[in-house]
């Protein structure tokens, strides 16, 4: 028999009798990134192929509910924080082997590039909208003439922000269920599904939701493809790695994971995806809301789970 | 300059005054500890074996710990002891998250914290608390560049080991064996 | 059904308590905390104390922090018990003095509406209490009828008042409830006790057997110390316990002995010693009586023989025996500490004075040294007054060897008996939690049921609080002066214990309460000094000290006043036995009517589904006295009970299930206890640690936290030769359909 036990009563709050300091909020703003970043990445890539008129879901409406999604974000993220009065020093320095600074610096100006695409689109549901300023007037018309340039960067942004949200939790060798560097595609993937179903759910010409279904299907093909490849890196990689997977091969996490998160949340949606595709009338909220749900708790899964795996004791 | 720490797991016998002393000395609210004791028993009566060991932060050389926290808070102070300077923490757990060792925690006042080799008292020439305290004397430290320091003594003496070395975080606390 | 005397569970909240601004929070968001720069301003403004957690009495030095609250508590290099390093109970003495579930006031049993509560008193109130039921009582029955029971410093003031009224019955638990067997051995052996601390020479030893003491579990402070020295030495230890104790870990040879059968082994031993003549023989033929009678008595104490009692292999017995005979002189067989298992202890421990003298390890390097006191004049006072009854003249057979009072003496002579025409009608408790401490807990209420003034005086509401009448809190050690410590060692050395902060609360020191007694009583002259400040200066000026120097020193070493630490070759020594040496065969025994010579007796095995209780100690913890202190409850916060795998798998238990234990006459522990499977403890016992289980709801951080083995221990095996209780003659089975419930209030 082997007892390995901590004798003088650790019981650090929130660390024993296993790591928890991190709960929905941390979930809710690596969802919400990943929506976003998809979002803005659909809008950029289509913007950039000249498709700014017939995808207009994509390029010009979905699009504007970003900032209000990164806002969300910052009021998560800040509800975490447990020295508050000092954020603030987050944005005094960027250490470039930081993924959280990475990620408050990304965020911020991905919110930035988000606030300018919305305020050039702004006038598709304000008509009348003014800015009653001058200089707000020609700072509009200075990004308008170099929309471009903002499309690619905010591309670019948007991008990394997507693939932030995994590289993350994978920085922390800590804990063997993140340190996998299959995270980052995957969360990725999961930030594009979500973004082409919200543009799925939005968008009103028919072309551009049959596009989107099938971009759906195929990024949700992906990722479940990434899900796959990432638990055999599990079970082929070190004994903490094997035990970490098994949070979800028999572990508590098993049924929440399997059916609510790749079920409900990938595979079904993504057949009714297909199914749509194919001529069955369904409702396009249904698999969207289902992808929405699922991107959630994938995350929500993954940050809980993560911090139940472990080296020692 | 390369403060370590070394623990006797043969002198050892779990008594926990590490503990308490640090608690004491270093401010450390009641609930929480900075050191803690291990135990590892192996084997089947009547053929036994037992290892006990006093752990705390191993003050990594390749810490995950300073490496990520986005504000430069956990840094590296003399003698590569790491340290956390609560004015730049903003309490977002990176930190905590990249510990194997579960070394750190939150303290109530919201800023991270965990042992820091007592240096306050180091920088004076004295021990860090639990080594001037552990009644068994297992306990060393001091700078390992300096081939005559306890530790470096004792680290020459006898066999030692580490704590998931293949973490790869370059703990500067061994275990004597 | 009225009961004169109802359990109450201390109700009061503190009215009146000045809760020191400074306690408790003391912390600052900045890079060095408050205590931390204290730390380094603070090495001069330090007071120096000697501990109080338990009975090593470690001297030590108390910091505190910049808004003068008290910050942290070290050793004094200089103090030889501790050698500068306080063990985790002394360190974690903070805890004592800032724990809220302090006693803060005197509290009067009153009977309101037929419920008997407390009332807050003061002590002025408190004291007439007391000294009229005292006087009511020396009318009407003597003074003699009186007791104290006590473990602590405050002991001596009210041993002092005590005597004063004319009753010599004071009682320390700590003679028949733990040391006591080994005393009387010792004295019938060598001609003198041990005492505390022990006279062992562990740093120099090359052999430390280890049979019956727990050692680095027990926190003896130097004999830790010590042990951890002799490992660097390359010290030999073999541990004897059916237990893989942690000084089992660290040992070359662990025996690991079927409980109740230490007897054997140490007869074994003898024999192979004998016979291989492996003894001392030159100290022993010098120094020694009876030799031949005991090669006689041990002639088929084989170690084959040992082996069907023991179960430890012949072989090991024999190797573990040239072991300590290739070490000796330098080699130490424990004498252990708390003795009191089977109610032979006395003879057991016998067996082991009787090991130590074959080895000659008595007076030499390695083995045991003689130890010396410094001797401080006591206060002038008239003599006191010869008590017209002593328990000696009343019970004249009764456990002839015991040679001081017995605190379970006193508790059977306060239950009313019609055989017997006297009893104990009044008990002052000093510091000692009777109810956890005397075993046969049914007899102990029943004595106090029957009294008609129980005094406790105490730092927490311990469950002994709750029968009292009234109740005195003091002030913890760190609040307060006490006597100059001086305790034996290897040099003459003493000790200063003052205050560091002002009591907190409405709490008061013993000295004070003794002689505001005793002034009521009119025995004031035997309280000469006002303050004890002024006795401690008289006292230490006579050592040609001052009470000034002691305040910056802290302790004082003296030289011994013979270079006599060990025997010197061929030096002539007298033993205060019988005949003038040292006893194989003890005169002093055959006396009494009792073996002259150790024989084993078998005692009684567990029954079908039953398991031996045994219990110990934690190193964080002190007996029952330290479970609600904050910093060691952070330690360990309740016990939990060893059960090994295969007991384990046949009743279905898990690690960090909880299981109610209820022992072989029926008596259910109140709390469930959490268990822990381990390979670690014997298939035929279960252990766990001693202090836990307590009812006292204001004692919020240990209430109903782990299990009392206390009040498992039903039954007691007397010691005849001294009246030591034995109390590992308990089984214990497992209850796991129930679940944990609320006592009722």
């Excluded at chain 1, 606030?115 to 308008?144: G, S, T």
């Excluded at chain 3, 007869?267 to 100290?283: P, Q, T």
Aim: hydrophobic fraction near 40%; proline fraction near 6%.
């Amino acid at each position: 028999m082997n007892e390995e036990l901590i004798v003088s009563g650790r019981d650090n709050l929130l660390i024993d009798p296993h790591l928890h300091i991190w709960h929905w909020p941390i979930a809710l703003d690596l969802f919400l990134g990943g929506l976003s970043a998809g979002i803005l990445f659909f809008a950029a890539l289509f913007f950039i192929l000249g498709k700014e008129g017939k995808y207009t879901a994509a390029v010009r409406k979905a699009p504007l509910i970003v900032p209000f999604l990164i806002v969300v974000c910052f009021m998560a993220l800040f509800y975490d924080l447990r020295h508050k009065i000092f954020f603030w020093q987050l944005y005094t320095t960027i250490k470039f082997q930081s993924p959280m600074s990475w990620g408050a610096w990304t965020l911020t100006m991905t919110f930035a590039a988000s606030v300018i695409w919305a305020v050039l689109h702004i006038r598709d549901q304000f008509p009348a909208f003014d800015w009653k300023y001058k200089w707000l007037n020609e700072l509009e018309n200075f990004f308008r003439k170099h929309k471009t340039v903002v499309a690619w960067i905010m591309m670019f942004l948007a991008l990394i922000l997507g693939v932030y949200t995994g590289i993350l939790l994978a920085a922390f060798n800590a804990r063997p269920l993140w340190n996998t560097s299959v995270l980052g595609p995957l969360f990725l993937t999961s930030g594009l599904a979500a973004a082409a179903a919200t543009i799925m759910l939005a968008a009103r010409d028919t072309e551009e939701i049959s596009l989107f279904k099938k971009l759906t299907v195929v990024l949700l093909g992906v990722e479940l493809f990434l899900i796959v490849h990432m638990f055999m890196g599990f079970l082929a990689g070190t004994q903490v790695q094997i035990e970490a997977s098994e949070l979800f091969l028999g572990g508590e996490y098993t049924m929440i994971f399997w059916i609510f998160v790749v079920f409900l949340g990938i595979i079904f949606p993504g057949i009714l995806s297909v199914m749509s595709l194919r001529g069955y009338r369904i409702p396009v909220i249904l698999p969207a809301a289902l992808i929405l749900l699922g991107g959630f708790l994938f995350r929500y899964v993954f940050v809980y789970a993560g911090q139940l795996s472990r080296w020692l004791y | 300059m390369r403060y370590a720490m070394a623990v006797d797991t043969k002198k050892c016998v779990g008594c926990s005054d590490c503990v308490v002393a640090c608690q004491t000395e270093n401010d450390v609210p009641i609930g929480y500890c900075r050191d803690w004791v291990v135990e590892v028993m192996d084997g089947t009566y009547p053929q036994l074996e037992i290892e006990l060991r006093s752990e705390r932060c191993n003050q990594c050389e390749n810490s995950p710990c300073v490496r990520c926290c986005p504000t430069g808070s956990s840094h590296f102070a003399e003698g590569g002891i790491v340290l956390v300077k609560a004015s730049k923490c903003i309490g977002c757990g990176a930190c905590i998250a990249s510990c194997p060792y579960d070394a750190r925690y939150f303290h109530p006042k919201g800023y991270v914290d965990k042992c820091t080799f007592c240096i306050h008292r180091v920088k004076e020439g004295m021990q860090p608390s639990c080594v001037a305290v552990c009644p068994t004397k297992c306990m060393y430290f001091g700078d390992l560049d300096d081939p005559h320091s306890d530790v470096s003594v004792v680290l020459r003496k006898r066999k030692s080991k580490t704590l998931i070395p293949e973490a790869g975080t370059k703990p500067q606390l061994y275990f004597l064996i | 059904m009225a009961t004169r005397r109802q359990f109450i569970r201390i109700s009061t909240v503190s009215a009146g308590a000045v809760m020191a601004g400074m306690a408790g929070f003391r912390l600052l968001a900045s890079e060095l905390t408050e205590g931390q720069k204290a730390t380094m301003a603070a090495l001069n403004k330090r007071t120096p104390t000697y501990c109080e957690v338990c009975f090593w009495k470690c001297a030590g030095w108390v910091y505190k922090n910049d808004q003068g609250a008290i910050q942290k508590i070290t050793g004094n290099a200089e103090d030889m018990n501790c050698n500068g390093r306080f063990c985790p109970r002394g360190t974690g003495g903070v805890g004592m003095y800032y724990d809220e579930d302090r006693l803060k006031t005197p509290l009067i049993r009153t009977e309101e509406r037929g419920k008997q509560s407390f009332r807050e008193a003061t002590w002025d109130e408190a004291f007439d209490y007391i000294s009229e039921k005292i006087k009511k009582l020396s009318a009407d029955y003597g003074p003699e009828c009186i007791a104290l029971f006590t473990h602590g410093s405050g002991g001596k003031y009210f041993t002092t008042l005590l005597k004063a009224l004319g009753s010599p019955h004071v009682a320390a638990p700590s003679y028949a409830q733990c040391r006591g067997p080994r005393e009387v051995a010792f004295q019938a052996t060598f001609g003198q006790t041990l005492d505390s601390p022990e006279p062992l020479d562990i740093r120099d030893t090359k052999c430390l057997v280890l049979i019956g003491s727990h050692l680095g579990e027990n926190m003896h402070n130097g004999q830790v110390q010590e042990m951890s020295d002799a490992i660097d030495k390359g010290a030999t230890i073999i541990t004897v316990d059916p237990r893989y104790s942690t000084a089992a870990g660290k040992s070359k040879y662990w025996l690991p002995i079927k409980p109740a059968t230490d007897l054997a082994l140490l007869l074994a031993w003898i024999n192979v010693i004998i016979n291989e003549e492996l003894y001392d023989k030159a100290y022993v033929e010098k120094y020694t009586y009876g030799f031949e009678y005991l090669k006689e008595h041990v002639k088929d104490m084989t170690p084959e023989w040992a082996y069907g009692v023991t179960t430890i292999d012949p072989t090991v017995i024999r190797e573990t025996a040239r072991e300590m005979s290739n070490a000796a002189p330098a080699v130490i067989v424990h004498p252990g500490r708390h003795v009191t298992w089977y109610g032979d202890d006395t003879q057991r421990l016998r067996a082991v004075a009787i090991l130590n003298a074959l080895l000659g390890s008595w007076g030499r390097r390695g083995g045991f040294y003689r130890a010396e006191s410094a001797a401080l004049p006591e206060p002038t006072h008239p003599p006191y007054p010869v008590p017209k009854r002593t328990w000696r003249t009343e019970f004249p057979d009764l456990y002839k060897l015991a040679d001081v009072v017995l605190a379970n003496g006193v508790c059977d002579a306060s239950v009313p008996d019609p055989s017997r025409n006297c009893k104990f009608h009044g008990w002052i408790v000093n510091g000692s939690n009777l109810i956890e401490t005397l075993p046969n807990r049914a007899n102990t209420l029943r004595a106090i049921e029957a009294l008609e003034l129980l005094v406790v005086i105490d730092t927490m509401p311990m469950e002994i609080t709750g029968y009292a009448d009234v109740i005195l809190p003091e002030c913890t050690y760190l609040e307060r002066y006490d006597e100059i410590r001086t305790g034996p060692h290897r040099k003459p050395q003493i000790a200063l214990r003052m205050p560091a902060a002002e009591p907190m609360y409405n709490t008061k020191p013993a000295f004070w309460m003794a002689r505001e007694l005793a002034k009521r009583l009119g025995v004031i002259d035997y309280f000469p000094f006002e303050t004890l400040e002024e006795q401690l200066d008289w006292q230490l000026k006579d050592l040609g000290s001052s009470l000034e120097e002691m305040k910056k020193v802290g302790v004082k070493t003296f030289d011994r006043p013979n270079d006599d630490l060990f025997f010197t070759p061929g030096e002539e020594v007298e033993f205060f036995t019988g005949t003038g040496k040292i006893e194989l065969y003890s005169t002093l025994l055959a006396d009494g009517g009792f073996d002259p010579m150790p024989r084993y007796t078998k005692h009684p095995e567990p029954p079908e589904g039953f398991y031996r209780l045994n219990y110990g100690r934690a190193p964080m913890h002190t007996f029952g006295r330290t479970s609600n202190n904050p910093n060691l409850t952070d330690l360990m916060d309740e016990n939990s009970v060893w059960v090994n795998p295969r007991v384990a798998k046949e009743w279905g238990l898990s690690t960090g299930q909880y299981v109610y234990l209820e022992n072989q006459d029926g008596k259910r522990s109140e709390f469930p206890i959490k268990v822990r499977v381990t390979e670690r403890i014997r298939w035929d016992s279960v252990y766990m640690v001693h202090g836990f289980g307590h009812a006292q709801k204001k004692m919020r951080r240990c209430y109903g936290k782990g299990a009392s083995d206390a009040s498992l221990i039903t039954n007691v095996m007397l010691d005849p030769i001294m009246g030591g209780t034995g109390m590992r003659g308990n089984f214990v089975t497992f209850i796991t359909d129930l679940v944990k419930e609320e006592v009722a209030s």
